[in-house]
T-cell receptor, first 117, second 113 residues
Framework: DTGVSQNPRHKITKRGQNVTFRCDPI?????LYWYRQTLGQGPEFLTY????????KSRLLSDRFSAERPKGSFSTLEIQRTEQGDSAMYLC???????????????FGPGTRLTVL | LAKTTQPISMDSYEGQEVNITCSHN???????ITWYQQFPSQGPRFIIQ???TKVTNEVASLFIPADRKSSTLSLPRVSLSDTAVYYC??????????????FGKGTKLSVIP
């Protein structure tokens, strides 16, 4: 399977714990996006990378959220001191961006469902 | 505040054509409008993308008027397997010369036998 993969698929944690999610994009894709999706809502953009550079992070929900893409390949999203309101599906997408277009075709992974107790 | 608007839900019988419209203000001048399909517990799946006028692929058509303030996804002859949530994705102006990719809230399409 050469699509976008995310691990874990499900994560249950207690309030106050830190969690980290991983996304492996399609291999030749240079852009990687993170979204959060709550029940009944569309995906909410969090941040994105072009290669290893994080080009937009102002939409990260708070300073408890951080993302990295150290070698321009896989990425991690970390949430520190989780709160019950962080419970959601966290989606990753990748794309092959040519130039500086904002609407390259994104291919999504299956998501990581986080439940904070 | 830049936002998109879609109908919350639609019902259709099998075999009918379904049109779902997304309205959006402050769309970026040079970027495309994209539509996605999402099934429960899965990530969104790309359907079609366009800039203006009409685009057609093997599964859908996309109509975008000249002012680009809306777009209409057209699904010909829907089947039960088309029951899903459909989202438009639009780059909207978010202030200070920047644009943010914005998903609509989604339209839940239910196809009835």
């Amino acid at each position: 399977d050469t699509g976008v993969s995310q691990n874990p698929r499900h994560k249950i944690t207690k309030r106050g714990q830190n969690v980290t999610f991983r996304c492996d994009p399609i291999s030749e894709h240079n852009r990687l996006y993170w979204y959060r999706q709550t029940l009944g809502q569309g995906p909410e953009f969090l941040t994105y990378f072009q290669n290893e550079a994080q080009l937009e992070k102002s939409r990260l929900l708070s300073d408890r959220f951080s993302a990295e893409r150290p070698k321009g390949s896989f990425s991690t999203l970390e949430i520190q001191r989780t709160e019950q309101g962080d419970s959601a599906m966290y989606l990753c997408a990748s794309s092959l961006a040519l130039g500086y277009s904002n609407t390259d075709t994104q291919y999504f992974g299956p998501g990581t469902r986080l439940t904070v107790l | 505040l830049a936002k998109t608007t879609q109908p919350i839900s639609m019902d259709s019988y099998e075999g009918q054509e379904v049109n779902i419209t997304c309205s959006h203000n402050n769309i970026a001048t040079n970027d495309y409008i994209t539509w996605y399909q999402q099934f429960p517990s899965q990530g969104p799946r790309f359907i079609i993308q366009g800039y203006k006028t009409k685009v057609t692929n093997e599964v859908a058509s996309l109509f975008i008027p000249a002012d680009r303030k809306s777009s209409t996804l057209s699904l010909p002859r829907v089947s039960l397997s088309d029951t899903a949530v459909y989202y438009c994705l639009v780059p909207l102006y978010s202030g200070a010369g920047s644009y943010q990719l914005t998903f609509g809230k989604g339209t839940k399409l239910s196809v009835i036998p």
